[in-house]
């Protein structure tokens, strides 16, 4: 993996316990920003007008992508920069109704860029930001991400939207006939792809451990089980740092879906060796036997305190995603009827539907902030999945995306949340073949971030670095 190096020279910042904009569930009150121009520090030998273009245009992105703010136009707030010269005149950007104001200085020296950058609160009159960075040029647009990292830190507490990264499965789209599907790697902004897999086998479900440095999928291959060569599904774990993979569970049938504790311990997998798809505790290296979960559980229904009646041939518990409080796991199962959503709780075994309409609920993904929860569901039979929220006790159902408007039916599945809780991200074929597409929890902002001449699928949004 690519290691880049920031040098910090200055450093003033607020305390982290000062939170300047409240954050709640998927929503925030935008505040109004302006943004100077990105002046040069030094003479005119140390510029590079489109490498400030560039870095500006960044910052302009990436404060877009926050969803926090309102934009003061350019030539105001650049106007207000000029006149407010080298010392800070706050008069000067609060006329305009600025809230935070962002001022920039650059310099280019054989290669190595120094980038001053200073973050002010107008109406309380302080910097909340003051600091210099040096990285290499080439790395300005990284250097642009570690930035703005630090400042939607530093106004809501969040970290993780610029440095963490999204795993994906692709193929190639001019090997039309059974492409192998290989696990990819992508920083949030869909930059920095790497390959991580190249196995000409079909790789699927990717996933983080709360780590950062390892992940898990399934892949089919042949393996030697109980002396007889075969070939099946095998769930492994990548070392990102080093590349190296061990084999967690080869079994017969499913061994898929992993879904990893917040603190790490043990992971939630898919297994049908017993004849149908249950979930089945796991622990990080593979060892020991699995632990059933889903086949213990307690059904109890949102409007009763009876159990409800579980059909043992619909049994088919998959998709299992973990609560932040490490308590809870949320999950489909058909074993009512058609897939639906339910919420279980581990020490008690007992589980809640909190789904009930649609032929199809599926990849549930509970939100960060612990709030929501995010879903695909079709709505009528041999109908498109487009992306639903509903809350932990199955209250405010909500649908996020639209597919069946359009000329014709557009999927979007595969929810995976950011660590913000604010964005997710889905797998959709709105531009024809599957693509990644990021989104703010609003709705308001999309990106696609996966790469053209691809098709790209199951999306796992990492954790924080």
């Given at each position: 993996?690519?290691?880049?190096?920031?040098?910090?020279?200055?450093?003033?910042?607020?305390?982290?316990?000062?939170?300047?904009?409240?954050?709640?569930?998927?929503?925030?009150?935008?505040?109004?920003?302006?943004?100077?121009?990105?002046?040069?520090?030094?003479?005119?030998?140390?510029?590079?007008?489109?490498?400030?273009?560039?870095?500006?245009?960044?910052?302009?992105?990436?404060?877009?992508?926050?969803?926090?703010?309102?934009?003061?136009?350019?030539?105001?707030?650049?106007?207000?920069?000029?006149?407010?010269?080298?010392?800070?005149?706050?008069?000067?950007?609060?006329?305009?109704?600025?809230?935070?104001?962002?001022?920039?200085?650059?310099?280019?020296?054989?290669?190595?860029?120094?980038?001053?950058?200073?973050?002010?609160?107008?109406?309380?009159?302080?910097?909340?930001?003051?600091?210099?960075?040096?990285?290499?040029?080439?790395?300005?647009?990284?250097?642009?991400?570690?930035?703005?990292?630090?400042?939607?830190?530093?106004?809501?507490?969040?970290?993780?939207?610029?440095?963490?990264?999204?795993?994906?499965?692709?193929?190639?789209?001019?090997?039309?006939?059974?492409?192998?599907?290989?696990?990819?790697?992508?920083?949030?902004?869909?930059?920095?792809?790497?390959?991580?897999?190249?196995?000409?086998?079909?790789?699927?479900?990717?996933?983080?451990?709360?780590?950062?440095?390892?992940?898990?999928?399934?892949?089919?291959?042949?393996?030697?089980?109980?002396?007889?060569?075969?070939?099946?599904?095998?769930?492994?774990?990548?070392?990102?740092?080093?590349?190296?993979?061990?084999?967690?569970?080869?079994?017969?049938?499913?061994?898929?879906?992993?879904?990893?504790?917040?603190?790490?311990?043990?992971?939630?997998?898919?297994?049908?060796?017993?004849?149908?798809?249950?979930?089945?505790?796991?622990?990080?290296?593979?060892?020991?036997?699995?632990?059933?979960?889903?086949?213990?559980?307690?059904?109890?229904?949102?409007?009763?305190?009876?159990?409800?009646?579980?059909?043992?041939?619909?049994?088919f518990d998959v998709e299992a995603s973990w609560a932040p409080n490490g308590r809870e796991l949320v999950f489909s199962s058909a074993r009512t009827g058609n897939p639906m959503i339910y919420v279980?709780?581990?020490?008690?075994?007992?589980?809640?539907?909190?789904?009930?309409?649609?032929?199809?609920?599926?990849?549930?993904?509970?939100?960060?902030?612990?709030?929501?929860?995010?879903?695909?569901?079709q709505r009528a039979p041999n109908g498109n999945f487009d992306i639903y929220m509903i809350e932990p006790d199955g209250n405010n159902l909500e649908r996020l995306t639209v597919g069946d408007k359009?000329?014709?039916?557009?999927?979007?599945?595969?929810?995976?949340?950011?660590?913000?809780?604010?964005?997710?991200?889905?797998?959709?074929?709105?531009?024809?073949?599957?693509?990644?597409?990021?989104?703010?929890?609003?709705?308001?902002?999309?990106?696609?971030?996966?790469?053209?001449?691809?098709?790209?699928?199951?999306?796992?949004?990492?954790?924080?670095?």
């Open positions: 993996m690519k290691i880049f190096l920031f040098i910090f020279l200055t450093f003033t910042l607020i305390s982290p316990a000062e939170i300047y904009l409240s954050v709640t569930g998927a929503g925030v009150r935008r505040a109004k920003i302006s943004m100077g121009e990105i002046r040069p520090l030094g003479d005119a030998s140390s510029t590079d007008p489109n490498l400030a273009s560039q870095i500006r245009s960044q910052f302009l992105d990436d404060l877009e992508f926050m969803n926090l703010f309102e934009f003061i136009p350019d030539s105001k707030a650049i106007q207000a920069d000029k006149e407010s010269g080298g010392e800070m005149d706050y008069s000067k950007w609060s006329a305009l109704g600025t809230t935070f104001a962002l001022r920039l200085g650059y310099r280019v020296d054989s290669g190595k860029l120094t980038l001053d950058v200073q973050f002010y609160d107008i109406p309380g009159q302080k910097r909340i930001l003051g600091q210099s960075y040096q990285s290499s040029a080439i790395n300005a647009r990284r250097l642009v991400h570690e930035v703005s990292e630090t400042i939607l830190r530093a106004l809501t507490g969040e970290k993780g939207l610029f440095k963490s990264r999204i795993l994906m499965v692709c193929h190639d789209l001019n090997r039309r006939k059974s492409p192998p599907k290989e696990i990819y790697i992508a920083d949030a902004d869909g930059n920095n792809l790497i390959q991580l897999t190249a196995d000409n086998t079909l790789s699927l479900s990717p996933s983080w451990m709360n780590d950062g440095t390892h992940i898990t999928y399934t892949q089919f291959e042949f393996l030697i089980s109980k002396g007889v060569r075969k070939r099946g599904t095998v769930l492994k774990k990548h070392n990102l740092s080093t590349g190296a993979r061990t084999i967690l569970s080869f079994r017969d049938g499913m061994n898929s879906g992993a879904a990893w504790s917040p603190n790490g311990g043990r992971g939630v997998v898919t297994l049908s060796f017993s004849g149908k798809p249950e979930l089945y505790f796991i622990d990080n290296a593979g060892s020991g036997e699995p632990e059933p979960f889903s086949r213990n559980l307690q059904l109890k229904s949102l409007t009763s305190t009876l159990a409800q009646v579980t059909n043992p041939n619909l049994l279980a709780d581990i020490e008690t075994k007992t589980a809640r539907q909190i789904t009930y309409a649609g032929k199809y609920n599926a990849t549930p993904a509970w939100s960060p902030k612990g709030d929501k929860i995010i879903f695909a569901a359009a000329p014709r039916k557009i999927n979007h599945e595969n929810p995976t949340w950011a660590p913000t809780g604010r964005h997710f991200a889905i797998a959709s074929n709105e531009s024809g073949n599957y693509q990644i597409f990021t989104i703010t929890a609003d709705g308001g902002i999309k990106r696609r971030i996966s790469p053209e001449g691809k098709e790209c699928k199951s999306p796992d949004w990492g954790p924080a670095e």
